[in-house]
């Protein structure tokens, strides 16, 4: 694949997960402000159990998009249209089976959370079977999408999903504010899920014809591989479940009235390494192509690349809720909010940075067919994730869950360097010094600019006048060019230095011509 339409394909998955940070950063101003605390609180749990549907994909959209672009490099139309049916065939099973346990889940909702107010007991469960069925019933149609990431068409889900969640997130808004229900908010959240889904079978209809999706083609061959491509992503799905897809139910165990607190601190978090992951998931049908003709060295520089790149994006996303994270919050939600939800971003964003510095190496894997080689991390760092988090909530209350993220974030990325990636056999790599470089130069490169920023006082203040905010905003300014700059100098080598001007002077001739 081409560097052009990898830095498309780049962008496209960017703005779609821009639209998704967009709308997790604009609703809670609102609805802080519209819903009772208690409503919110049982909004956010809401959200969170109805999030567990989507587990259900047990990385069949992955597979999906992994097989499609396989077949088509290597011109096998007919494999590729049985594992589009199959796949389909088995996330209409795994959809009938959500809908059991959301029926479930919203029947004893009171029981698994003693302390919400009974007032919201009964509009909770409705507001849970009417999110959680919609998310069944979208289930098949994330095959749809996973299609146009096989066929390199980034841009249409990226469409699809980026304006459905802004509508959606503006009608949420809107329902809020003239009936204060959560029930009316679930129901227009429902209908955005099943819009979305309709919407990508649709374009799938118009725009890639030439897959042809029959119950005729369904295979048990079929099925059977793909069940066992996704078995080491089940794994990983539920280490990621145990990692913070819990979170939240563990912490409305234990203290319900901080639910708010971290999953405002998570959604600001998200930001941070849901754009991080729209970009890098562009390079699974690359590094697919690159396995597909048993290029391991190209693998390998492939991992080595996209850590680097991936470690910079970490650094320019983490830096401003570092050094302004109290002020962001306080312009945000209100110092109210704020006081009580700082502490939590700050160990969340180094959590988040710590987790994703593995998340390169885990999507080679995963394009090479190899996931099951590393089940194992995943699955290693929920239970830590969890027991610490239970261990600690219990006792130092909701802070507990943020340090055992940490601790979680910690045992991943070192099992992947040095346990997995000695026993990978798909990627070439002499040791694993390379990956320390990759991960270690982006982090010295913004190590001036903190020390010198932390001797500033008063860096972490909500400003009061014109000239605080402009004294901020000079400040973060002056950070984030300083550190582009060493970057720039440093990171990036003199062979990337020499195309990016290459580009850049091409763009203009192109546009003064």
Not at 35 to 51: E, R
Not at 186 to 191: E, I, Q, R, Y
Not at 226 to 232: D, T
Request: aromatic share 10%; net charge positive; charged share 10%.
């Amino acid at each position: 694949m081409s560097r052009i339409k990898t830095v498309k394909n780049a962008f496209a998955n960017l703005c779609r997960g821009g639209a998704a940070a967009l709308v997790t950063l604009i609703l809670p101003p609102f609805l802080t402000r519209i819903l009772s605390p208690d409503a919110y609180n049982t909004w956010l749990l809401i959200l969170q159990l109805g999030t567990y549907v989507s587990l259900l994909d047990f990385g069949i959209q992955t597979a999906v998009g992994r097989y499609v672009a396989h077949c088509n490099e290597l011109g096998d139309k007919k494999k590729r249209d049985s594992v589009v049916s199959t796949a389909i065939g088995i996330l209409t099973f795994a959809g009938s089976l959500a809908l059991i346990g959301v029926a479930i889940t919203a029947w004893q909702l009171s029981n698994l959370f003693p302390n919400m107010p009974i007032a919201l007991q009964q509009d909770a469960k409705l507001a849970l079977l009417v999110v959680g069925s919609s998310l069944a019933f979208a289930l098949p149609f994330n095959v749809f999408g996973a299609i146009f990431i096989g066929l390199q068409r980034y841009d249409v889900p990226a469409w699809i999903i980026g304006t459905s969640r802004l509508l959606g997130g503006f009608f949420v808004v809107l329902v809020a504010n003239t009936s204060h229900s959560i029930v009316m908010m679930s129901l227009v959240m429902g209908t955005a899920n099943l819009l979305t889904g309709i919407w990508q079978y649709l374009a799938c209809r118009q725009i890639a014809r030439e897959i042809h999706i029959s119950t005729r083609k369904l295979s048990k061959t079929t099925a059977i591989e793909i069940i066992n491509y996704c078995a080491g992503l089940l794994i990983w799905t539920l280490g990621m479940l145990l990692v913070s897809g819990l979170d939240t139910a563990v912490i409305g165990y234990f203290d319900y009235e901080s639910v708010v607190y971290y999953t405002l601190a998570a959604n600001v978090t998200m930001f941070v390494t849901g754009l991080q992951s729209s970009v890098l998931s562009t390079i699974l049908p690359n590094a697919t192509e690159i396995n597909a003709r048993g290029d391991r060295i190209g693998l390998g520089k492939l991992l080595i690349s996209s850590t680097r790149y991936t470690t910079v994006m970490l650094v320019f996303t983490s830096m401003p809720l570092l050094l302004g994270g109290r002020m962001l919050l306080t312009l945000w939600v209100g110092e109210n909010y704020a006081s009580n939800t700082v502490m939590l971003l700050y160990l969340l964003v180094i959590a988040g940075f710590i987790r994703q510095l593995g998340a390169p190496y885990a999507t080679i894997m995963m394009a090479a067919g190899e996931q099951k080689l590393i089940m194992l991390s995943p699955l290693i760092e929920g239970v830590v994730n969890l027991a610490s988090s239970v261990f600690l909530v219990s006792r130092i209350g909701v802070i507990g869950v943020a340090i055992g993220t940490i601790i979680g974030g910690f045992i991943s990325v070192s099992l992947h360097f040095f346990y997995n990636l000695p026993r990978t056999k798909c990627i070439v790599l002499p040791d694993v010094y390379p990956l320390i470089v990759a991960v270690g130069k982006p982090i010295l490169a913004v190590l001036p600019t903190l020390v010198l920023y932390i001797l500033i006082p008063n860096s972490d203040q909500f400003p009061t006048d014109i000239f605080g905010w402009l004294q901020i905003i000079a400040k973060l300014t002056v950070a984030m060019f300083s550190t582009a700059t060493i970057t720039y100098f440093y990171v990036v080598t003199g062979k990337e230095r020499s195309q990016f001007i290459s580009f850049i002077k091409k763009r203009l001739s192109k546009n003064m011509a």
